[in-house]
C-alpha cells in the first residue's frame, strides 16, 4: 500500500499567471509545488533541508521538484516556449509563510478583506495619465486595486521629493505588487527585487489601458526598457532605446 500524500505548504502569494513566446504556443506547466521549491532554494537560498521541511515534504520530494521546475524553464527560455506558473491548487497554503516574511510574499503585498479574498495592486509611474518614461523622476503613481482580474480602484499617489533610492520603500509602503514604467535603471531594480515588488518595464500609453492590457495578457512593451542615465545625451528620453517590442505577460 503506497503511503499517504502529505499536504505540500506552498507561499500564499502565488496568482497564477501565464507568459507567452506566441498566441498559439502549447503551455508548459509549472505547478505551485515546483514554483515554491525554487522560491525557496533559488531565491531566498535556503538550505534545500530547510526548504524541504518548510513545504513538509521530504528533501528528495524537494529535489525532484527543483529538477522538474529547472528542466522546464530552461526549456522554455532556450526555445521560446510559454508556460504557466502556479496554475493549481489543492496545497496547504497558510495564513502566512513558515517562518519570517519571504521577500516574495509575507502577505505584505496584498489587502486582505473580511471575507478573504486578495486583492493585487499595481503601481505605474505616471505623468497627465500617461506612463512616465523615467522610473526615478516619476511626479506620481497610479495605484490601481485588483480584484478577480479587473481594475477594482484607482488613485494618484504623488512621489513629492522623493529620489531614485525612496521610491521603492514608497511602493512598499502602499503595499504594491507590481510596478508598470517606461525606463528604470539597474539600481531601482535591486531595490525593487528587494522590496518584493514584482516589474514590467519599457510600457507606455494611458495608465489604465496599459493595466488592462497587462491584465488580458495583450501589454506590449520595449523589451530594452534599462536606462543608463550616466550616459543619456540632453535630448535622451528614458524608454525609447529603439528596440522591437516584447510581449507580456
Same mark, same amino acid.
Given at each position: 500500500m503506497s503511503r499517504p500524500t502529505k499536504?505540500?505548504?506552498? &507561499?500564499? !502569494? $502565488?496568482?497564477?499567471? &501565464?507568459?507567452?513566446a506566441g498566441a498559439d504556443e502549447p503551455l508548459l506547466n509549472i505547478p505551485a509545488d515546483e514554483l515554491e521549491a525554487l522560491r525557496l532554494c533559488d531565491l531566498e537560498e535556503l538550505p534545500q533541508g530547510e526548504a524541504a521541511e518548510r513545504m513538509n515534504i521530504s528533501r528528495g520530494t @524537494? *529535489?525532484?521538484? @527543483? $529538477?522538474?521546475a529547472h528542466r522546464k524553464l530552461a526549456f522554455a527560455l532556450c526555445f521560446r516556449k510559454s508556460f504557466?506558473?502556479? %496554475?493549481e491548487s489543492g496545497y496547504g497554503i497558510p495564513d502566512r509563510c513558515i517562518g519570517k516574511k519571504c521577500r516574495f510574499c509575507g502577505l505584505k503585498n496584498y489587502k486582505q478583506h473580511s471575507a478573504g479574498e486578495r486583492i493585487m495592486r499595481i503601481a505605474v509611474t505616471c505623468e497627465n495619465n500617461q506612463v512616465f518614461q523615467h522610473f526615478g523622476h516619476t511626479p506620481e503613481f497610479a495605484?490601481? #486595486?485588483?480584484? #478577480? %482580474?479587473k481594475i477594482k480602484d484607482m488613485r494618484i499617489e504623488s512621489t513629492g521629493e522623493s529620489g531614485h533610492g525612496a521610491l521603492a520603500g514608497l511602493l512598499s509602503g502602499n503595499n504594491i #505588487?507590481?510596478?508598470? &514604467? !517606461? !525606463?528604470?535603471g539597474g539600481g531601482a531594480q535591486m531595490a525593487l527585487a528587494e522590496a518584493g515588488i514584482e516589474l514590467i518595464g519599457g510600457a507606455s500609453g494611458n495608465v489604465t489601458d496599459v493595466v488592462n492590457a497587462y491584465l488580458d495578457g495583450t501589454l506590449k512593451v520595449n523589451a530594452?526598457? *534599462?536606462c543608463n542615465h550616466h550616459h543619456h545625451g540632453e535630448n535622451h528620453k528614458c524608454g525609447e532605446h529603439g528596440c522591437g517590442e516584447h510581449k507580456c505577460h
Open positions: 499536504d505540500r505548504v506552498i &507561499c500564499p !502569494g $502565488y496568482i497564477p499567471v &501565464c507568459f507567452r @524537494l *529535489q525532484r521538484l @527543483l $529538477y522538474s504557466n506558473v502556479a %496554475g495605484v490601481f #486595486d485588483i480584484e #478577480d %482580474g #505588487d507590481l510596478l508598470i &514604467c !517606461g !525606463g528604470i530594452a526598457f *534599462q
